[in-house]
């Protein structure tokens, strides 16, 4: 299998990042929503609210977010809601999990596709929780937590 090198994988979290933070997609509210989380990122300032409508065939058929953040926590989000549109709850979930581990560090099979790229945050440590909440706003919004998610 081909490996990126890591100026190739620099390179694209670079331009991953700019394309999504420029122009998030599903940005705004969501009609019919079945679920929805806020996230904070107390240490960046990041705020976002999640929304995810779950039909009754166990899909998320729509996802969506509103807030206001540095670039990394917009773009995270804006992949996020473009990966999970599709999938079931459970899978994305699973999905959530393998990114956040990769994120900080670890180990995973799971294919992340190009959102591999996000791994690029790994060069900036204080920036990961910027990477990660919208996956955490994501997986109290399956939940249904009553709390808002806190990278803290
Ligand atoms: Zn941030």
């Known amino acids: ?3 990126m090198s890591t100026d190739e994988l620099r ?15 599903h940005f705004g509210k ?18 976002l ?5 779950i039909g009754d ?3 998320i058929q729509d996802a969506a977010f509103e807030g206001s953040g540095c670039a990394i926590s917009v773009a995270s989000a804006s992949l996020l809601t473009d990966t999970i549109i599709g999938m079931r709850p459970t899978e994305a979930q699973s999905f959530a999990g393998a990114l956040i581990h990769r994120l900080t560090g670890k180990q995973t099979n799971v294919e992340l596709g190009k959102l ?13 929780k910027c990477a990660t909440l919208a996956w955490h706003a994501m997986n109290s919004a399956i939940r249904q937590d009553k709390v808002p998610a806190s990278t803290e």
């Open 30 to 47: 969501l009609p019919e929503v079945t679920h929805s989380a806020d996230g904070l990122n107390p240490l960046c300032g990041d705020k």
């Open 1 to 3: 299998m081909y490996k």
């Open 11 to 25: 390179e694209l979290y670079r331009e991953l990042i700019l394309d999504h933070a420029r122009s998030p997609r």
């Open 57 to 59: 065939d166990d899909r």
């Open 49 to 53: 609210k999640l929304y995810l409508r």
């Open 116 to 128: 591999r790229a996000l791994e690029g945050v790994r060069e900036f440590p204080s920036r990961i």
